[in-house]
């Protein structure tokens, strides 16, 4: 699998377009992207340019994560639901949610969900 980033003189679909013949899969992670909006993100603009002509055009498959670490290894919560934790039963109930959203919108056939959960203190 390929983290894919344009050289200096190449374009995202250059990019891509190399990465498509040494590897299937390619990442999604969003810009970075909170769970709670990733699906939304990725029915817009995003989806359309790097999911569906980047990835999927090149005959990848597009390998969507689902993260909830944000910036200092925190744990990112939907508004108004400060200081949750990974045992708050109303903040797994969103993280679910969260999920089942890019699930329902994108039909992924490979999906991360808890990436590096052992990082959040």
């Known amino acids: 699998m390929f983290q894919v980033s344009p050289g200096i003189t190449s374009s995202f679909e250059e990019a891509y377009s190399q990465a498509a013949q040494y590897s299937e899969f390619s990442p999604v992670w969003g810009r970075p992207t909170p769970s709670y909006s990733i699906a939304g993100e990725l029915l817009g603009s995003l989806g359309r340019e790097f999911v569906d002509k980047n990835i999927r055009g090149n005959g990848m498959f597009p390998l969507i994560h689902v993260s909830f670490i944000g910036p200092n290894v925190t744990l990112i919560?939907?508004?108004?639901?400060?200081?949750?934790?990974?045992?708050?039963?109303?903040?797994?109930?969103?993280?679910?949610?969260?999920v089942l959203d890019v699930v329902k919108s994108l039909r992924p056939l490979y999906l991360s969900i808890g990436n590096e959960v052992n990082s959040v203190v």
């Open 77 to 98: 919560t939907p508004p108004g639901m400060e200081n949750a934790s990974l045992s708050n039963p109303m903040w797994r109930e969103a993280y679910k949610q969260a």
